[in-house]
């Protein structure tokens, strides 16, 4: 599919024009005693880098958290391009929602399942991510109170630990339990943009260790996710600023765009929460993917363009296999029922 191929499961196409490589992670900076973990994929070792904290300056949590991701994102640099890849556009970029929009559910909630499966957690607190990932499932709704609660209770999990040993865990993660949950129809719709030569980020909540995991293993050139604090490597359950949700992913995007000379107007954005309106309000081409209802009105009232790639009624009128949404509402409850029972 080309960019200027129309899409069958579509309410409008995305114009783009044009990507750039994937990253393979990166290294931590320090100010001040403290290490900011931005984990290589492959992590060797952890390295010393003061780009990240030097270029968070902001008060406001959000801003801060934004500049930190940006910060993060470019310190993690970016995969070589492909000898025969197509002419760059360093202008414009496609920026991507992780959670129910590149994938299906919550990619902290997967993370959390292989953590428990290597005894991180408790059988109650794993209990609590599976009713949670149930609800946002079956919803495809994110609450900024559960997003904090999920990301707390990890971060206190992983707290102490050391940041090359969770990435470590991030890469096999993500081959059990991520891999086979990516969208296809998004993945299709980030691969346009880089066949169009241009950069693809995605833009999430979920920390930016396992964000560089998936965008590096999706071929796309890197991410934005929550840093979080570590100290001489380990992590301390605090995060610099706060998560990056809502208004911090679009302070993030205008950061980043600053840093790599891109010029938003000729920017896409693809997300399914209203949440995150204000990102897609950054850029000039903002698509609903798997949209919740609110988002979905905000679309229709702002002209925006909608792809739903789910199951159900929708999924009947624009041909999506309708066994996938089932499966994977199974697959949540039999987690929940599963862990209970352990």
Avoid at 91 to 117: C, E, Q
Avoid at 182 to 204: C, E, F, K, P, Y
Avoid at 247 to 259: F, M, Q, S
């Amino acid at each position: 599919m080309g960019p200027g191929d129309p899409h069958p499961d579509v309410e409008g196409r995305p114009d783009v024009e044009g990507q750039s490589p994937p990253p393979d992670g990166s290294a931590p900076g320090s100010r001040d005693g403290a290490v900011f973990g931005i984990g290589r994929a492959e992590v060797a070792g952890v390295a010393e880098s003061s780009d990240v904290m030097d270029k968070v300056s902001a008060l406001d949590p959000a801003v801060r958290a934004g500049e930190a991701a940006a910060a993060a994102a470019v310190a993690a640099g970016e995969t070589p391009v492909a000898s025969d890849a197509p002419p760059m556009d360093l202008t414009a970029a496609a920026f991507f929602d992780v959670d129910n929009t590149m994938m299906v559910g919550a990619s902290i909630f997967h993370f959390a399942r292989g953590l428990a499966a290597r005894k991180f957690f408790t059988t109650s607190d794993m209990a609590g991510f599976a009713w949670q990932q149930i609800k946002f499932r079956i919803g495809g709704r994110e609450d900024k109170t559960g997003i904090a609660g999920h990301r707390d209770t990890a971060l206190s999990f992983v707290a102490g630990r050391p940041v090359e040993e969770v990435v470590t865990l991030g890469e096999e993660i993500y081959d059990e339990l991520m891999a086979d949950r990516i969208w296809a129809g998004t993945r299709a719709l980030a691969q346009m943009h880089l066949d169009a030569g241009q950069r693809v980020w995605l833009v999430t909540a979920t920390p930016v260790e396992l964000a560089l995991i998936i965008a590096r293993r999706l071929g796309l050139t890197g991410a934005l996710g929550t840093v979080a604090e570590s100290v001489d490597g380990c992590y301390t359950g605090r995060l610099v600023g706060e998560i990056l949700h809502g208004p911090a992913k679009a302070h993030a995007v205008r950061a980043l765009a600053v840093t790599e000379g891109l010029d938003l107007r000729r920017c896409a954005a693809y997300s399914d929460s209203v949440n995150d309106v204000p990102m897609l309000s950054a850029v000039g081409t903002a698509v609903a993917v798997n949209p919740d209802s609110e988002l979905r009105d905000v679309a229709r009232s702002r002209g925006w363009q909608v792809r739903d790639f789910r199951t159900g009624r929708k999924a009947a009128r624009i041909g999506v296999p309708s066994v996938l949404g089932a499966g994977a509402v199974a697959g949540a409850v039999a987690a929940a029922a599963a862990y209970r029972r352990r």
